[in-house]
Structures are given as C-alpha cells and as structure tokens.
C-alpha cells in the first residue's frame, strides 16, 4: 500500500494543527500502530513550527518553478510499505550552517531539532539548492494495529 499527500500551507501557527491532523488521520485509516503514529506527529510539529517560525516572509508569489509562495511552507507525507517520509520545506534563508550544533537541555532554540532526530529512525537537515529554504525530512519505520485498518475492510 502507498498513500502520499502534500500540502503548501501559509506561515500561521493554525496551519500546524491541520498539518498534524492529516498525519494522524492517515495513519488511523492504514491501519499504523497509534504509538508511532503519535510519535511522528510530534516530529511534524516540531517541524512545521519551525517553518512557521524561521521559514521566510511575504504572501507575493514566488517566480519559482514550483509556485510557492514566500510566506508559505509546504508539508508532503509517504507511507510507502513499512516507511513514512515527512519532509517540511520552507522559502525561508535555509540553515545557516552545514551541520546542526548540539543544543545543551536548557537552550531556547534546536530542542525541536532534536526531539526530530529522537523520534525519527532517520533525519535530514538540509538546504532547498537554487531556490532557497530549508528542507527536514524524516523517515520512521511503521509498524501496524493488531485490528485490520479501514483500507482492508
């Protein structure tokens, strides 16, 4: 079974809990255990809530092949066999820097980048090349519900 779902959401903090609720829907109707399902949910928060933070400014359009908007994120999911792919993209300046610094317990900012890589099987900070933007994606390996999911009824 192979369920993909992307969406290009504006840099508000209402659009993270759209984003979450998606997720968690399309892993109760696949049928994926709830812990994972919980645990990846608050990996795209994490995520999301630093693209509606860090992620760029403006709602003009972008001249941008892909048509995004300046003030704009975008948000895909994979469940592709036993994995899920989350990757957050934003039209922000992109990580300053090549390799994300250890952020000591009592920092204000990375705990959120941290708490990714904790919940994830494995993660990726990167820069969007020619256009701008940072990219985290993430991937965890599924594991599924005792009871048959709704695809299978």
Not at 117 to 143: C, M, P, W
């Given at each position: 079974?192979?369920?993909?779902?992307?969406?290009?959401?504006?840099?508000?903090?209402?659009?993270?809990?759209?984003?979450?609720?998606?997720?968690?829907?399309?892993?109760?109707?696949?049928?994926?255990?709830?812990?994972?399902?919980?645990?990846?949910?608050?990996?795209?928060t994490?995520a999301?809530?630093?693209?509606?933070?860090?992620?760029?400014?403006?709602?003009?359009?972008?001249?941008?092949?892909?048509?995004?908007?300046?003030?704009?994120?975008?948000?895909?999911?994979?469940?592709?066999?036993?994995?899920?792919?989350?990757?957050?993209?934003?039209?922000?300046?992109?990580?300053?820097?090549?390799?994300?610094?250890?952020?000591?317990?009592?920092?204000?900012?990375?705990?959120?980048?941290?708490?990714i890589?904790?919940?994830?099987?494995?993660?990726?900070?990167?820069?969007?090349?020619?256009?701008?933007?940072?990219?985290?994606?993430?991937?965890?390996?599924?594991?599924?519900?005792?009871?048959?999911?709704?695809?299978?009824?």
């Open positions: 079974m192979s369920i993909w779902w992307s969406l290009h959401l504006r840099r508000e903090a209402a659009s993270v809990p759209l984003a979450r609720r998606l997720l968690l829907g399309t892993m109760e109707t696949a049928g994926v255990d709830p812990d994972v399902s919980y645990e990846l949910s608050v990996a795209l994490e999301c809530a630093n693209a509606v933070e860090h992620g760029g400014a403006g709602t003009a359009p972008d001249t941008r092949p892909d048509g995004a908007l300046p003030g704009a994120y975008r948000v895909t999911a994979y469940l592709d066999g036993e994995t899920c792919r989350i990757e957050v993209a934003d039209s922000g300046p992109g990580f300053p820097y090549a390799e994300l610094p250890a952020a000591p317990s009592d920092a204000e900012h990375g705990r959120g980048m941290r708490l890589e904790e919940l994830s099987d494995h993660v990726q900070f990167g820069n969007r090349t020619g256009r701008g933007g940072a990219v985290v994606s993430f991937d965890k390996i599924l594991k599924w519900k005792d009871t048959p999911s709704l695809l299978m009824a």
